[in-house]
């Protein structure tokens, strides 16, 4: 039942991003959050991350309570949970190289760690995204949008978290060069087995790699199941709808999908 409202002030009113959404990941489970711009979904990356602040109900991380809780006693967790941002060329510090943006968590997480230790992990890191070395001595903006969502994925593992926030880490990106990160995230998740909220507006990438699938709207959670429950026997109509709008290559399934959009569309209006 968690809620998070974004405080207003100055004359505006409090904003309920996200109302009384319940769901849980297991641990080495990837579960899909899906749902159209502005549905929140962000909002409870965020706040997974305590980088947003829950305000009702509750949120466990990790078996610690979200809401309510004190910075001090999050920084602990916070090094467990992995975070790969939605615009792969403005979560990059542009004036570090890559292989400085990728051992960034290093440089907060564990200060202890030699110059050496931390040179060898980096190399190890972009190596498991298929980066080749001499790419650590790069700048952001003379990688690809594809080889920089790689090296985001790399900075997300760096510390080898239980969990990890996707945050539509390819929706940027060109449908092919999409495909080959969705390949390395699912290769890279059967590796290490993290826990991982994948956040995406698109249900068919979603589909391709989440063990469950949750549907926001609004702020509110609409459908919750495997791939084959919300896809197959979709319960809301706001999921069919969102099926239907899928591309699919065989035209007839196609017409049919479209018949379907249209009759929601006439009984909705
Ligand atoms: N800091 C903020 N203050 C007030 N409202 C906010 C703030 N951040 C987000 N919102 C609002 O909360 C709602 C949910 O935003 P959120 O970023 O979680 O959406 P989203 O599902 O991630 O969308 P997108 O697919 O476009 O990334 C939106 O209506 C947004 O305008
Ligand atoms: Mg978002």
């Not at 001090?72 to 510090?93: E, H, L, T, W, Y």
């Not at 690809?144 to 978290?161: E, H, I, K, T, V």
């Not at 791939?227 to 197959?232: A, H, K, R, T």
């Amino acid at each position: 039942n968690l809620d998070i409202v974004y405080p207003g002030g100055f004359g505006r009113s409090d904003f309920q991003a996200v109302s009384s959404v319940s769901f849980d990941i297991k641990a080495g489970e990837v579960y899909g959050l899906v749902g159209e711009s502005g549905s929140g979904k962000t909002t409870i990356g965020r706040a997974i991350a305590g980088l947003t602040r829950a305000s009702g109900g509750s949120l466990k991380v990790l078996d610690h309570e979200m809401v309510g809780f004190k910075e001090k006693a999050f920084s602990p967790i916070r090094r467990r949970i992995g975070f790969v941002f939605q615009d792969p060329a403005a979560s990059f510090n542009p004036h570090l190289t890559i292989g400085e943006c990728v051992a960034e968590p290093f440089a907060i997480h564990k200060r202890d760690m030699t110059a050496k230790d931390r040179e060898k992990r980096v190399l190890e890191l972009l190596d498991s995204v298929q980066l080749p070395s001499a790419y650590a001595a790069r700048y952001p903006h003379e990688l690809s949008g594809g080889q920089r969502q790689r090296a985001s994925l790399a900075r997300g593992l760096a510390l080898d978290p239980e969990l990890l926030v996707a945050d539509e880490p390819t929706s940027a990106l060109d449908v092919s060069v999409q495909a080959k990160v969705l390949e390395l995230f699912v290769e890279l998740q059967n590796r290490f087995d993290f826990a991982a909220l994948f956040i995406s507006h698109d249900l068919a990438v979603v589909d391709m790699l989440s063990d469950r699938i949750g549907v926001l709207f609004h702020g509110e959670l609409l459908e919750e199941g495997t791939g084959e429950q919300v896809l197959g026997s979709p319960s809301n109509d706001y999921t069919k709808r969102l099926i239907a709008s899928l591309p699919v290559p065989d035209p007839d399934e196609q017409a049919k999908r479209r018949g379907l959009a249209r009759g929601l569309r006439t009984t909705a209006g």
